[in-house]
T-cell receptor, first 115, second 114 residues
């Protein structure tokens, strides 16, 4: 079946630094990748949608200059949290889909802790 | 945009009982409705899904029903087992330019007591 690899699984960084999270589709071409954030005991909230070779579309309230998304190829999307602050601490998870039929494959998630 | 409401937020049942979780959606153009099971710290796992041209789908102990007119869909788990304990999320995909973007419900914490 479709596999999406997400790295790192856990990261601790100092406040003010940047963190990059990678999401790779291993055995299919992901035309679209989605980035979600999940706070403890809450639902998955979509942050942005990225399509290969084009700029990401951010959801309302998500700062595009803080959460940089790059989808340079059909198998790789990255999310960079810039100038991280403790309130950015969360579980970040990507999801990839191909064009048809609809199927969403989730990465394993990244637990970000900003200290 | 799409809005998905999920109830109940917590559900506690005895092993062997049935569990039902309900979701409503707002966008009549939504056409794909998956259900996910998520364990603590893990990725959501698809357990069943349904498309708008189908009213019901069943996979062993799990079933999903869809009422397009009322814009609601439900997850039914029969003969629950302790390993069914997890957080369950419904989701919906709207059509049009937002095709493919999943909107999740708030989640239901299911606890199955032995």
């Amino acid at each position: 079946g479709a596999v999406v690899s997400q790295h790192p699984s856990r990261v601790i960084c100092k406040s003010g630094t940047s963190v990059k999270i990678e999401c790779r589709s291993l055995d299919f071409q992901a035309t679209t990748m989605f980035w979600y954030r999940q706070f403890p005991k809450q639902s998955l909230m979509l942050m942005a949608t990225s399509n290969e070779g084009s700029k990401a579309t951010y959801e309302q309230g998500v700062e595009k200059d803080k959460f940089l998304i790059n989808h340079a190829s059909l198998t790789l999307s990255t999310l960079t949290v810039t100038s991280a602050h403790p309130e950015d601490s969360s579980f970040y998870i990507c999801s990839a889909t191909d064009s048809a039929p609809i199927g969403y494959t989730f990465g394993s998630g990244t637990r970000l802790t900003v200290v | 945009g799409e809005n998905v409401e999920q109830h109940p937020s917590t559900l506690s049942v005895q092993e062997g009982d049935s569990a039902v979780i309900k979701c409503t959606y707002s966008d009549s153009a939504s056409n794909y409705f998956p259900w996910y099971k998520q364990e603590l710290g893990k990725r959501p796992q698809l357990i069943i899904d349904i498309r708008s041209n189908v009213g019901e789908k069943k996979d062993q102990r799990i079933a999903v029903t869809l009422n397009k007119t009322a814009k609601h869909f439900s997850l039914h788990i029969t003969e629950t087992q302790p390993e069914d304990s997890a957080v369950y999320f419904c989701a919906a995909t709207p059509g049009g330019t937002s095709y493919g973007k999943l909107t999740f419900g708030q989640g239901t914490i299911l606890t199955v007591h032995p």
